[in-house]
Nanobody, 124 residues
Framework: QVQLVESGGGLVQAGGSLRLSCAASGRTFSDYNMGWFRQAPGLEREFVAGISALGGNTFYADSVKGRFTISRDNAKNTVLLQMNSLKPEDAAVYYC?????????????????WGQGTQVTVSS
């Protein structure tokens, strides 16, 4: 089992920045590829960014490329999502997820463990 807890969400004006954090506990964190997803009301959960188990590879949705940065610190069992130049359409509940077997998956069902989510609201 891997337990994931997100934090760092909140209300920000368009153009602003937020940094989301996901703290992991349980099994060996460095065994897992990690992803960030988001879900807005009435919409399906969508991939935002992913990072390989040792941090050497990162993946982004086209909608956030150049604005968001995913990183991880395996010594601290933490994965971060730095979000810059936020837009109203970035507003959603953001989830981190862990996937032991598939690198770079953009499909939610590939991921084995999920956090409870953190709300990001962007005012225009």
């Amino acid at each position: 089992q891997v337990q994931l807890v997100e934090s760092g969400g909140g209300l920000v004006q368009a153009g602003g920045s937020l940094r989301l954090s996901c703290a992991a506990s349980g099994r060996t964190f460095s065994d897992y590829n990690m992803g960030w997803f988001r879900q807005a009301p009435g919409l399906e959960r969508e991939f935002v960014a992913g990072i390989s188990a040792l941090g050497g590879n990162t993946f982004y949705a086209d909608s956030v490329k150049g604005r968001f940065t995913i990183s991880r610190d395996n010594a601290k069992n933490t994965v971060l999502l730095q979000m810059n130049s936020l837009k109203p359409e970035d507003a959603a509940v953001y989830y981190c997820a862990a996937d032991r077997s598939v690198l770079g998956s953009r499909t939610p069902k590939s991921y084995d463990y999920w956090g409870q989510g953190t709300q990001v609201t962007v005012s225009s």
